[in-house]
């Protein structure tokens, strides 16, 4: 792995814990191969970061002590991360409003260059949520769609595991690095994916979940995919977010219509209401789609 690469400077700029990606992305509208990050000046790093006149020295510092770079580059060559400077970085992910900068992957990579849908809902989901599931994924996974989801409790959980049990691929996105997991009641079915499908994060494997984290990595769920597919949401719901990034990245959202005296079915009538497609069956899917 090339550690004058601008992949590599990407990775080391990006372990500073004193600056975020945004501010990382419009260094980049600047400088687009990081040519001239080593030549900045703590005057330069104070602009272009929006940062005080001590963050700015203790970036500079950062930036060149060559301990940190040396530590950096044996993280660079154990996590091999993805970066928007490399060929594996999907396109997809690249072309959304607000993409990641880095990836980080365990599993297998081909999946990258697969066609993908994610499959998403509630968290607590009804007792008939299973059998919709069942129903919709067999025509998905044979035709092959990639199923990617969040690995969080309830539907996620189910897409992933009815996935793995019908020998199709899944990819599931952390909000968290993928040493940890979350929940822990998951530990299981993670290690599955990593060896059968993949773990995807924006977040470096020794980075514990924080309550921001899933509201974030959910433009990755539907950033991957060429549509969302929601099983049952309730109004107010992280499904409902991915639902919001799915529209402004112009996917396609279906959603399983279903009582409307069921909880769980409150957010996908509100979905149905602004124009989301109704689907009873994977063939439909795979139709509306033309894939």
């Not at 400077?9 to 945004?22: A, D, G, K, P």
């Not at 005080?52 to 060149?64: E, F, G, R, T, V």
Request: proline share 6%.
């Amino acid at each position: 792995m090339d550690l004058k690469s601008p992949s590599f400077e990407l990775f080391h700029l990006m372990q500073s814990h004193l600056i975020t990606r945004r501010k990382v992305q419009y260094l980049l509208l600047k400088d687009p191969n990081l040519e001239q990050l080593l030549k900045l000046k703590e005057k330069h790093l104070q602009h272009y970061f929006k940062l005080n006149s001590h963050h700015a020295i203790q970036l500079y510092k950062y930036i060149h002590d060559p301990h940190n770079r040396a530590r950096n580059s044996l993280l660079y060559k154990e996590w091999k991360p993805i970066t928007i400077y490399d060929d594996d970085f999907p396109q997809s992910l690249s072309q959304i409003p607000d993409p990641p900068l880095i990836l980080y992957c365990i599993g297998d990579l081909s999946l990258l260059n697969s066609q993908m849908i994610s499959v998403i809902g509630s968290r607590k989901p009804s007792q008939e949520a299973s059998k919709k599931i069942e129903a919709l994924l067999p025509s998905l996974i044979k035709h092959p769609l990639t199923i990617v989801s969040g690995l969080a409790y309830g539907i996620d959980a189910m897409a992933h595991q009815i996935t793995l049990r019908q020998s199709g691929k899944t990819i599931a996105v952390l909000g968290y690095g993928y040493d940890h997991c979350y929940p822990s009641s998951h530990i299981s079915l993670q290690e599955k994916i990593k060896n059968k499908g993949l773990i995807l994060s924006e977040y470096p494997p020794n980075i514990r979940p924080q309550k921001w984290h899933f509201p974030e990595r959910n433009r990755l769920i539907s950033g991957l995919s060429k549509a969302t597919l929601i099983i049952e949401a309730t109004e107010r719901s992280g499904t409902m977010i991915t639902a919001d990034q799915s529209l402004e990245q112009g996917k396609d959202i279906f959603v399983v219509p279903d009582s409307i005296f069921l909880k769980q079915s409150q957010g996908c009538i509100k979905l149905l209401k602004e124009g989301a497609i109704p689907i009873t069956s994977g063939e439909e899917i795979i139709n509306h789609l033309s894939i």
